[in-house]
């Protein structure tokens, strides 16, 4: 066993045993929580907008230790769907992991190509294609058959819509017989000297940040004019570039 420091307590941590994680996606936009379809905010580019919808797979999670030792989440439990419109796809639970002191996570945005292309039968609850909601809140293109990994919409007064709308859905996980675009994205976000402590009877909770106005800056300034709508195209590769760079740590919880 080993003591360690968590929130000036000394906790101990027996490798041997197993505990809980959780992760809360926060949305925000800069420095202002996300608020759906009220929300006025403004772009690198200085266009105002207001979101309407925002969706976004993570899956593949891996929790990083300092000596560089990971835990892997086991993969058919590794697949969430984030949605802004329910707070309870927010927070991710994270069951039996090992004991230990964690210093980072990391994780892909989207379905990766190995599950992408499994038998339905093996894609089930948030990946389930025949069951989902057939709304805006939809996360699989039936005409070019894959995972949405990213769904932004909005309003904006400088769309070129008829409607203002402007939308970007981002998927593509590399082609199932042929290349094709691979928007597929890891993140990995470090704790900055922080630590969340697993242990058989603490559950810390990991708060994450997740900025969507990193979506229209980055490698690429984003422009909702010159870009109203983004699906199966070579430039949506340049907004998977901008979005992996969303998340930020907050805070750690130590429960």
């Known amino acids: 066993m080993a003591l360690v420091s968590c929130s000036n307590d000394d906790v101990v941590i027996d490798p041997t045993t197993k505990g809980d994680l959780r992760i809360e ?6 420095d202002r929580d996300l608020a759906l ?8 580019a ?3 907008f207001t979101v309407t919808t925002l969706n976004y797979y993570v899956s593949n999670i891996k929790l990083l230790q300092a000596d560089g030792s990971s835990y892997t989440i086991p993969k058919d439990s590794s ?16 069951k039996n992991i090992p004991a230990g002191e964690y210093t980072g996570v ?4 989207g379905v990766d190509s190995l599950k992408s292309v499994s038998d339905i039968s093996q894609r089930t609850g948030i990946l ?10 939809a996360m699989y293109w039936d005409w070019n058959p894959g995972y949405i990994f990213l769904k932004l919409e909005g309003i904006s007064p400088v769309a070129t819509s008829a409607n203002s709308k402007f939308y970007y859905h981002i ?7 042929a290349k094709t675009i691979n928007n597929l994205r890891t993140v990995k976000v470090d704790f900055g000297g922080k630590k969340a402590s697993v242990t058989k009877d603490l559950s810390p909770e990991v708060h994450l940040l997740a900025d969507v106005l990193k ?9 909702i004019k010159a870009n109203t709508g983004v699906m199966f195209t070579d430039f949506s590769q340049n907004i998977a570039n901008n979005y992996v760079n969303m998340f930020t740590l907050d805070h750690i919880h130590a429960d």
Request: charged share 15%; aromatic share 12%.
């Open 25 to 30: 996606f926060d949305n925000v936009v800069g």
């Open 37 to 44: 379809n009220t929300g006025n905010y403004q772009n690198a």
């Open 46 to 48: 200085g266009e105002a």
């Open 79 to 94: 697949y969430f769907l984030i949605r802004e419109s329910n707070s309870e796809s927010q927070t991710v639970t994270l």
């Open 106 to 109: 990391q994780f892909i945005i």
């Open 128 to 137: 389930d294609i025949g069951s989902g909601p057939t709304n805006d809140e």
């Open 171 to 177: 998927g593509g996980f590399g082609g199932r017989t």
């Open 215 to 223: 979506v229209f800056s980055g490698s690429t300034q984003l422009s």
